[in-house]
């Protein structure tokens, strides 16, 4: 019988929101119904309103909760605000609108403990339910894989709605790039960029099918197309990111994505007589070039401020922590 490693290792469950109420119940609930008792959960909330803090309050008692507010945009801001709050060393990410399956964690950090270089594993993201009008986005993983190159990079996409880190190898590729994911500059493919990140330092990256979370985010079709163009756009930047960087076996991974996932379900869909548009090349052609300007302004010495926003102050609650940004004079 094989070891479950991950009996052994403690870990955080890490939730990023902005302005999803509703949503965010999804991912509390099922974590209480998961019995995951004394694991620290981390939610980083950059809504506008007070709705999301009002709910989490109500988890004070069930979960071992902390809750940070904070002024700071985008997911990745988000992600690097929390790590300097999470205290283990793996970490384990879940969407605000998925919930979690029985030995999801446990599968996630199995895999990670199978090799010392693994820096991220990702899982199944399944669809809660088929509705005519619309769609869930899905990552289905079909088997187990270990990326350690650019050709393998082409062979696996795993989505950050089901993920797991391990925070010294994370800081040590610089933390999340807060040029990418939802909110920012690039739009979307946080995941991306640090999987690629990742592997021009030498970490390897892995999937693993043992691993199953529920997506309940409903999009219509005139969402996807938006959907497509910003993940697209985001592919296209963080590869030739990457490329800039010194790394050309990247190039392969866009050829890849560029002939695969765009160019060809593109011309297919027309063959068919069921069109899905130009969403998925005009993105990543927007990406390509948004990169290179970029870049460019990068030479010439305009700075972005990339930080993870200021450090919050803590204060604490009878039941769980929460945290809010500091009040600015």
């Not at 955080?12 to 008792?37: F, K, P, Y």
């Not at 384990?92 to 950090?109: K, N, R």
């Not at 880190?165 to 807060?178: H, P, V």
């Not at 999987?195 to 691993?211: A, V, W, Y």
Request: charged share 20%.
């Amino acid at each position: 019988m094989a070891t479950n490693h991950s009996e052994f290792q403690s870990y955080t469950v890490l939730i990023c929101t902005a302005n999803r109420s509703n949503e965010i119940r999804v991912a509390l609930n099922s974590l209480v119904d998961s019995g995951i008792g004394k694991t620290r959960v981390i939610v980083v909330d950059q809504s506008d309103t007070d709705a999301t803090q009002e709910i989490i309050y109500s988890y004070l008692s069930t979960l071992q909760l902390t809750y940070i507010r904070t002024k700071t945009k985008g997911k990745c801001a988000a992600a690097n605000l929390a790590m300097r709050h999470i205290k283990t060393e793996f970490v384990v990410m879940l969407d605000d609108d998925c919930a979690v399956t029985p030995g999801w964690s446990e599968a996630l950090l199995d895999a990670m403990l199978t090799n010392d270089d693994v820096a991220v594993v990702y899982g199944t993201v399944a669809p809660a339910f088929v509705c005519p009008g619309g769609f869930i986005p899905e990552y289905i993983v079909p088997r187990e894989l270990t990326v350690k190159n650019w050709l393998h990079k082409c062979r696996a996409r795993g989505i950050g709605a089901n993920c797991a880190y391990r925070k010294s190898y994370i800081l040590a590729a610089g933390g999340f790039n807060e040029a990418f994911g939802p909110g920012s500059r690039f739009r979307s493919c946080s995941d991306g960029e640090l999987s690629l990140r990742c592997i021009s330092k030498g970490f390897h990256i892995m999937e693993t099918p043992n691993s199953t979370v529920i997506h309940y985010g409903f999009r219509t079709f005139s969402e996807g197309r938006m959907l497509a163009y910003n993940s697209f756009f985001g592919i296209a930047a963080s590869c030739l990111q990457t490329m800039f960087k010194g790394h050309p076996g990247a190039l392969l991974v866009l050829l890849d994505e560029i002939i695969t996932h765009a160019l060809w379900p593109t011309i297919v869909s027309i063959v068919r007589l069921r069109p899905t548009g130009l969403s998925r090349i005009t993105g990543f052609i927007g990406g390509l070039l948004a990169m290179t300007v970029y870049t460019i302004r990068g030479i010439l010495g305009s700075k972005d401020d990339t930080g993870g926003g200021p450090t919050p102050r803590l204060a604490t609650s009878t039941n769980g922590f929460a945290l809010t940004d500091p009040v600015r004079s």
